[in-house]
Nanobody, 124 residues
Framework: VQLVESGGGSVQAGGSLRLSCAAS????????MGWFRQAPGKEREGVAG????????YYADSVLGRFTISRDNAKNTLYLQMNSLKPEDTAMYYC??????????????????WGQGTQVTVSS
């Protein structure tokens, strides 16, 4: 499966962005999906995860209440709505797909497919 992110950009603190991740193929609906981010000099970290049927969502404590993950299986698309953005949210954001539901959604190594990333920059 191929994953292509879009929607990144530069915003001021307090602003909003909506990231999208378009997936190819006809197996998207069977994958557990996640959003990750990586800032310069830091490790890649989990931001949010969502089960195949959207029934269960997971969030990092740092984004809880500000970010919302969702998916549209009919459109093969994953979303991340980001509100109240902070400078510390600045990073490259990646979507990822796991063939098997990960025991711990934020573990990078449990994902099988990755997009190329989209840059989010938040200025103060």
């Amino acid at each position: 499966v191929q994953l292509v992110e879009s929607g990144g950009g530069s915003v001021q603190a307090g602003g909003s962005l909506r990231l999208s991740c378009a997936a190819s193929g006809d197996t998207y609906s069977t994958y557990f999906m996640g959003w990750f981010r990586q800032a310069p000099g830091k490790e890649r970290e989990g931001v949010a995860g969502i089960s195949t049927g959207s029934g269960i969502t997971y969030y990092a404590d740092s984004v809880l209440g500000r970010f919302t993950i969702s998916r549209d299986n009919a459109k093969n698309t994953l979303y991340l709505q980001m509100n109240s953005l902070k400078p510390e949210d600045t990073a490259m954001y990646y979507c990822a797909a796991a063939v098997r539901p990960p025991r711990l959604w934020y573990i990078v190594q449990l994902y099988n497919y990755w997009g190329q990333g989209t840059q989010v920059t938040v200025s103060s």
